[in-house]
């Protein structure tokens, strides 16, 4: 197994913690840039741009060094605005007018579920930087990089029961589009797993409005932990809830969703025991694994964030992907390399990244666990969590 690298097929840079099979001669030809994309909801009802912003601070990086062994990459930002119509007009644009190689980086609420079936048809691979919507890890041609929703569902009641010892767990979910089945399995998951059975399990958890009643109702039915998908304002408001209404003995357990500076900062005085699971590395942590993201995100004048960690490790995944490859770079023989399946290995995640040719793919099964505490994010350990198989 030879190491290659991005950089080191540049100009002779330091190379990554990953390994490709090639030989020395191997090396990507193109004729003019090499064109990659995405389409992520950027405007609209959120703003998922630092994912995006991520990759394409790599490939410009990437082209300030000469570019993958000369060939400079061109990367395209599609605003799909949270709308159907236009997350299909996107790709379409990318697909037939941008002639793109490969999808990468991008952060949608509905990109997977609207154009999945559009990417199987022309066999353009997508290494979703932030898979959201269900089909991003059901889908033939995507594979995220991040754990996500459902997977860390699991993983969550997994370590809530493992290791809080938490005996009766219950889950409040907000649905969106069709992501109520996708929860429901990923329960399944720790059920069949575990040998245990849940608890209490509402799917009726609202965007907005009050949680009160939700909190008495995870009170009187006796809940050891409760697992939620909010966000950031939910999160904040189900703490301060908690607090006023003097609830103890629950242990609030959240996604990656959760997982943000505001969220922190917003609850400095709460008792309540609070922690959640990350996508990848933790990005508040100054270390080693994320150095190379930090170092890349300060250059390019980009924020810190989770998502632009998801851009970044996307844009490595296609970088190296491409530097491993031997001949022209098109759409058909990147695709294959993709589906070879070889496994990539980045310290930023617990994971191997694995794309590969399956029906289905959700690689990154590892999170890192944060508690709160006095208005910080702490590590609750050292190492990541990682899944178990199911039996």
Known sequence: MKRLSTLALIAGAACLDFGVAGTALAAPSCDGAIQLGSVSTITGPVDFSDGPKGAKAVFDQINEAGGINGCKIEYTMADDKGDPQVAAQAARDLIDNKNVVALGGGASLLDCAVNAGTYKRNDVMSVQGVGVDPMCFNAPTIAPVNVGPYTLTTAMLDYASKELKDEKLCTFFIVLGGTQEAYAQAVKRWEEMSGKKIHLVDMTLPLQGDLTPYLIKARDAGCDAVLTNQVEPGVVQMINTADAQKIEGIDWVFLASGYTEGVAKALPNTKQPVYLGTEWEPYTETNEANADWMATMEKAGL????????????????????????????????????????????????????????????????????ALSEGKWVPKSSGWYVLPAAN
């Open 303 to 370: 924020p810190k964030t989770a998502f632009s960690q998801g851009g970044y490790l996307a844009a490595k995944v296609l970088a190296d992907m491409i530097a491993s490859m031997d001949g022209p770079v098109t759409r058909e023989r990147l695709g294959a390399k993709l589906l070879e399946g070889k496994p990539m290995k980045y310290s930023i995640a617990g994971s191997e990244y694995v794309f590969g040719d399956a029906a289905k793919h959700a690689p990154m099964q590892a999170t890192k666990v944060m």
